[in-house]
């Protein structure tokens, strides 16, 4: 047990890094991205992510490195060093404390917007940072030689299995990329840590980007620790460590905003060549598997079910990821039922994919999802206009009943969409909502009569 311990009290502190893919100027300069950590935080709604990154070049060299995000980032800024550090004392002492317990009992770039869209230019520290939103990627490809000729990079041709990851990244609905510009020297060195503060609807990690980088050869550790609600949970994680909301400051004032309640952080280590990654971390609440999928069907479950497809490699075709159950996506379920054989097929007696998504396909996505605990409890009347998290947990409810009808998920804003859907959820509990209120029809208004419906769940 004694040596245990020492493991982690040696492995954790050495947290400083993070993940990126990286197009490196000259050629035949050798970089070597050997650790890689991250702090990533979501709370359902949006991802806060703390990235830094362990340099080391033949000689002076100037850096790349490519990010991608699944929303236009809302904000950007410096991190410190100090939250890698206090996560892992927080940690060391909390794994001491359980053997304890055991033991005893900005320069501009104008581009055509059909192509590319710049949404954000600064510098940050070391960082030269830029966000572009990629609409087309032949037009981005071109754009990226440019850029690096801008940023005084030499010319040269983007490699293929480059354009294939990016072209990845677009199927999946992936469109903006962070180009943060660095400069390394000989010597090992970090890089100030970069914060991300983007909107999401599942907790993502890019490694894929890495994978098909100009540093795909190199070998990687990477650690990632994974912050998330009280009562949640990932099927992936090594371990949890509960965090107070005091401790969660001394990580970082930004998380703390983004929950302000105590949270719990889990531990994930991935470690290979670069050149073996060929996924990116994408994981979704296990909530949102709740309808049987066949030909047809349309929403933000069936994009969802399309991201996870494309991600593991199941999708042959250039075809985006659309919210639309067609031939493609029926193809691609096929082919991940029968490479999960024993988890789906098995179970049902079935020899070959049907791809239709049900039963023990959903349960097979439930249980590698976010385990999500939702709480039900609604303490305000609410009508058009309004926004916040219980907006969105009420159309999440409106989806899994099956009445809200459009493509569009949730999203926190209660607008018109939500408003018939409140109607329909209204009215199919009629005998409960309405009736005791003299009512035959919904008003879309969710006032105490809805509520206390709601709260039941």
Avoid: C
Avoid at 55 to 71: A, C, D, F, Q, Y
Avoid at 386 to 407: A, C, F, P
Avoid at 428 to 451: D, H, Q, R
């Amino acid at each position: 047990m004694k040596k245990l311990i020492i493991v982690f009290i040696l492995f954790l502190p050495i947290l400083v890094l993070a993940d990126g893919g990286m197009i490196v100027w000259p050629e035949k300069i050798n970089i070597d991205q050997s650790a890689q950590n991250a702090i990533v935080a979501w709370n359902n709604n949006q991802e806060i992510l703390i990235l830094s990154v362990d340099l080391e070049g033949s000689k002076n060299t100037t850096t790349l490195r490519v990010i991608p995000l699944p929303s236009n980032p809302s904000e950007i800024k410096q991190g410190s060093f100090e939250s890698f550090e206090n996560l892992a004392d927080i940690i060391n002492e909390k794994i001491d404390q359980r053997n304890v317990d055991y033991v005893s009992g900005k320069v501009s770039l104008e581009a055509p917007t059909q192509g590319i869209e710049i949404t954000f230019q600064e510098q940050i520290g070391s960082h030269d940072v830029t966000v572009v939103k990629v609409n087309d990627l032949d037009y981005f490809l071109e754009w990226v030689k440019d850029f690096s000729e801008n940023k005084g990079f030499s010319q040269r041709e983007i490699s293929e299995t480059f354009r294939q990851g990016v072209s990845n990244y677009l199927k999946k609905d992936i469109k903006y990329f962070v180009f943060d510009v660095i400069k390394t020297g000989e010597e090992k060195e970090s890089v100030e840590p970069l914060i991300y503060k983007f909107n999401s609807d599942f907790i993502y990690y890019p490694m894929l980007i890495s994978g098909v980088s100009e540093i795909k050869n190199s070998f990687t550790e990477i650690n990632l620790f994974l912050i998330i609600e009280q009562g949640n949970s990932l099927p992936a994680a090594e371990y949890y460590v509960d965090l107070t909301k005091q401790e969660l400051e001394q990580v970082s004032s930004d998380i703390l905003e983004l929950f302000g309640n105590d949270v719990k952080v889990g531990k994930r280590t991935i470690r290979g060549s670069l050149y073996d990654i060929d996924y990116d971390l994408m994981w979704f609440p296990s909530y949102i598997w709740t309808n049987d999928l066949s030909l047809s069907n349309t929403g933000s479950q069936v994009k969802a079910l399309q991201q996870v497809l494309i991600n593991q490699g199941f999708w042959e075709s250039d075809v985006e990821a659309t919210g639309y159950f067609g031939p493609v996506t029926q193809k691609a379920l096929k082919e991940l039922q029968e490479d999960k054989y024993w988890d789906i097929l098995y179970p049902a007696g079935l020899e070959k994919g049907t791809g239709y998504f049900g039963n023990n396909t959903k349960d097979y996505f439930k249980n590698n999802s976010l385990e999500v605990k939702q709480a039900v409890s609604f303490a305000r009347n609410l009508s058009l206009g309004m926004q916040g998290n219980d907006v969105k947990l009420l159309q999440e409810i409106l989806i899994q009943e099956r009445v809200w009808n459009s493509e569009v998920g949730a999203t926190g804003y209660f607008g018109p969409i939500t408003k018939a859907g409140v109607i329909n959820y209204q009215e199919k509990y009629a005998s409960e909502i309405l009736t005791p209120l003299g009512l035959t029809k919904g008003t879309g208004f969710v006032g105490p009569s809805t509520i206390s419906h709601l709260n039941k769940l």
